[in-house]
C-alpha cells in the first residue's frame, strides 16, 4: 500500500503556511524546527512534490503547496469531524463545544441561552469566542470552532451552511423627541442616511442596517454624523445620546437593555420589515449537526426569540428611560 500523508504532516504544514517562518511554526506546532523540516521533506517525498521553496531568509509556497494547505485544511476538518461524531454520539452537547458570537449578538443572546444550557446540558463546557464575523467563519473553517452565531445575509465561503434562528427588526434610534416621539411607525424613505451613525468598517451589522432599509452608503464626511464611526453598540448609543447623530439599532439589542439610562426614542419603521436574521454557521461535514440543531432550538426559544422580544421592548418604553414605539 502507498504511503500517505499523516495528521502530524498536515498540520506542520499549515502551521508554516500560516507563520511563514520555520522557526515559529515549529513554536507553533510543540516540536523542534528540524523535527518539522525532516516531517515536511517526507511529505513532499510521499507527494512527490515541491510544497516550498526554501532560503535562509524566505519561505515560498508552490502553486501546488497553496493547493495542498487547502486541502490539508479540509483533511483536518474532516478528521477532527470524525472524532466529534463518535463522541456526540454517545452524549449529544457534552463535552467541549466551541461556539463563536459576534459582538452584536454576543451580550443580548447569550445570557438568558448560557442559563438553559448549564440546566439542561450540566456536562456541556461551551467555549466562547466573541469575534468579527469573517474571524469567526475563517476559525470555523479552520476547524478552530464548532459553530457560529452569526447575522445574515452574509458572502460564506462553500464549505459553510447557515442554520437560520430568527429575524432581528431594525429600528430607528435617535435623541430627537420630535422625530422620535411620533405615535406612527417611521417611513423608511424619510431617514437621512447622510445623518446616520453606524459602526465602524468591518462590522456586518452596518451593512445589514443599509441593505435592510434600502439606504445608500453614507457619503463620507458629508456631515459631522459619518465622519464618525463606533465600534460597539454601547458606544453608538452614547454617540446618539450626545446629539451626534441618529442610528438604526436590531431589536435584539434594544430589547437586551442597550438603550437602558439612556432618553434615547427607538422608533419603528413602515413597512415593517427591515431586518437582518440570526444564524448558526458550520461545517457541511461537521459531525455535530443533531447537537447544533438542538443549540439553535434553545437560542430560538431563549428570550422570546419567536415574539416576546418585539413585546418586551415595548413594555421597557413604558417602564424604563429608553422609548420604543
Known sequence: MAALPSLHQL???IALHEEQHFGRAAEKAFVTQSTLSASLRDLEAVL??????????????TPIGEAV??????????????KEL????????????????IPTIAPFALPATLSKLRTDYPKLKLILREDLTEVCIDRLVASALDAALIAIPYDLPPAIETLPLFDDEFLF?????????????????KIDSDSLLLLEDGHCLRDHA???????????????????????????????????GNTLLPELAIAGGVLSGTSLYARRFTPRGPARTIALAYRKTSARKHEIAELGRIFSASKGFTGAARAKTVRKARTGAAKSL
Request: charged share 20%; proline share 4%; aromatic share 4%.
Open 69 to 82: 494547505v487547502t486541502r490539508a485544511h479540509d483533511l483536518i476538518a474532516q478528521a477532527s469531524d470524525l
Open 173 to 189: 434610534v435617535t435623541a430627537d423627541s420630535k422625530l422620535g416621539a411620533a405615535s406612527s411607525p417611521l417611513p423608511i424613505d
Open 11 to 13: 498540520r506542520y504544514l
Open 86 to 101: 463518535c463522541a456526540s454520539s454517545r452524549n449529544p452537547l457534552t463535552g467541549t463545544f466551541r461556539l463563536g458570537v
Open 48 to 61: 512527490d512534490v515541491t510544497l516550498v521553496e526554501r532560503d535562509r531568509r524566505h519561505v515560498s509556497f
Open 210 to 244: 443599509i441593505a435592510a432599509c434600502g439606504l445608500k452608503e453614507p457619503a463620507r464626511n458629508a456631515s459631522a454624523a459619518n465622519s464618525l464611526a463606533a465600534t460597539s453598540l454601547i458606544t453608538l448609543t452614547h454617540m446618539v445620546q450626545g446629539g451626534l
